[in-house]
């Protein structure tokens, strides 16, 4: 009789079974790993998580007042990099120092620094000179929020910035990276970015169950900064699917998250690039700017 290799269910507390001779089983929602950036494929595959491509970004609003600012239409890459003191001394001192943050990571790939810091820096500044941290935004780094579950079950996450309006609602998830602190062996960071959008839904419903009327589907808004690479998602989550992955994994339910730009369609055999915004370059930087402005345009 032909031996057979026995499955073995996979201990996500125990650091020594995720080596090679051991399989994931996903049976239930206990299997899903409480800390979003444990995730991998196999987990948005069993809560039936699919990422989808967006031609074209679904909201970018005109800019004025502060995002026109920034649009510094004539700077390019090698502006940011080589900048001087005396050119930056000619901006607004807000608009001069996101150019600094820009210049730093920049040249981050020949420098010690603590990279991911840095990135942390530019995002700080840009979001606060944008009115992300004004009422009725209201914005929190290294925010911790956990979601739960039917049992004792809860999933934490750990977001760079989240930015909610007066309301309670979340508008937006940051997770930002230097291209050194992520990869495509860790899916640029995607596999957590989906944890974080899942895991905020369920936040958003529990803080709302004894205080207001909540309106559904919740839209989730997150960015995924790498380095200056802007890429923007969103989803919809509907009754049905929360209802359902509350008590177990998602049997005819499943949740959407939109990515724009688009990432190319890899093959096995190819390891995905980043693909992003850059927000060093005049056209992509308009953009972005005025994808942020629609997202602010919500809080009220």
């Known amino acids: 009789m032909e031996w057979k290799r026995k499955r ?27 800390d979003t950036s444990s995730w991998g494929r ?22 004025h007042g502060k995002y026109e600012k920034l649009l510094l239409d004539s700077w390019e890459k090698p502006h940011f990099e080589y ?19 820009i210049k730093y990571i920049i040249k981050l790939h020949t420098g010690p620094a603590k990279k991911e810091v840095r990135v942390d820096g530019f995002m700080m500044s840009l979001l606060t000179f944008l009115e ?18 039917q049992g004792d079950k809860t ?7 989240i930015v909610t309006n007066s309301q309670s609602y979340v508008l937006l998830i940051v997770e930002d990276k230097h291209e050194d602190n992520t990869g495509s062996f860790n899916d640029w960071s995607e596999n957590k970015i989906a944890g974080e959008m899942f895991g905020c839904v369920y936040h958003t419903v529990q803080m709302s169950e004894y205080t207001r009327e909540l309106k559904l589907p919740i839209v989730v808004n997150a960015i ?6 802007f890429t923007f998602y969103t989803t919809e989550a509907y009754k049905p699917y929360i209802d359902e992955c509350y008590h177990r994994l998602p049997i005819k339910n499943k949740m959407d ?18 693909i992003g915004l850059d927000f060093c370059y ?19």
């Open 224 to 229: 995924r900064i790498i380095g200056t690479l």
């Open 8 to 34: 073995a269910k996979k201990n996500y507390k125990d650091v020594s079974s995720e080596g090679s001779d051991v399989y994931g089983i996903i049976d239930d929602i206990n299997d899903i790993p409480s």
């Open 83 to 101: 900048a001087t003191n005396e050119q930056i001394k000619g901006f607004d001192k807000s608009v001069a120092s996101i150019i600094m943050k």
């Open 132 to 149: 992300f941290d004004e009422y009725p935004c209201m914005m929190y780094p290294q925010y911790m929020y956990t979601a739960k579950f």
């Open 257 to 274: 998250i939109f990515r724009y730009p688009s990432a190319p369609v890899m093959s096995e055999d190819t390891l995905a690039p980043v």
């Open 155 to 161: 999933i934490r996450c750990k977001v760079e910035f």
């Open 42 to 63: 196999e987990h948005l595959v069993a809560l039936k998580i699919h990422y989808n491509n967006q031609l074209r970004s679904a909201e970018i609003a005109p800019l």
């Open 282 to 300: 005049p056209s992509e930087r308009r953009e972005i700017l005025g994808i942020l402005k629609a997202i602010h345009n919500k809080a009220g």
